[in-house]
């Protein structure tokens, strides 16, 4: 008995051990890779960069971060509310939204209860100002965030 519970064991850590490495035994089903963190700029998608940040505190512990970034070839501006440790995988009602100046539509908003982040909301802002902003809801109480016009042309 003792022999086949560490046989056992020893096989499981090898299963493991090449899981980790992106192989699997011969016959073993096929493990696939680990997603990669979620970032502002991979929820955008290709071309973004940021461009501003406001952060959501509760005291000293940071609850959120609400991000805008620009794509310079498409000319579009995104903005996403990501969850920071102390919030991450709680649901809570999260919201992020972005407004262009002069661009005659109404401010894009997603809002709702999410483990992770809100957005990503996008607008073409090409020359304009935007407005942007998100928010994260807490036992704490509701902290948000909405940024004079800014970050013109």
């Known amino acids: 008995m003792r022999t086949s519970v560490r046989s056992s064991v020893v096989i499981a850590s090898a299963v493991t051990a090449l899981a980790a490495l992106g192989a699997a035994p011969a016959g073993a089903a096929p493990v696939a890779p680990a997603p ?27 609850l959120a971060r609400v991000y805008l970034l620009y794509n310079a070839s498409t000319r579009f501006n995104c903005v996403v509310t990501f969850h920071s440790a102390a919030t991450s995988g709680r649901a809570l009602t999260t919201g992020a939204w972005l407004d262009v100046d002069g661009d005659g539509k109404e401010q894009v908003k997603d809002q709702g209860r999410y483990s992770s982040y809100a957005g990503p909301v996008r607008l073409a802002a090409g020359s304009h100002c935007v407005k942007w902003g998100g928010l994260i809801e807490t036992a704490a109480g509701t902290y948000t965030y909405t940024s004079p016009w800014s970050h013109c042309g």
């Open 36 to 62: 990669a963190a979620a970032t502002p700029a991979g929820v955008c998608g290709s071309g973004y960069t940021q461009v501003d940040s406001h952060v959501f505190k509760d005291s000293s512990t940071e």
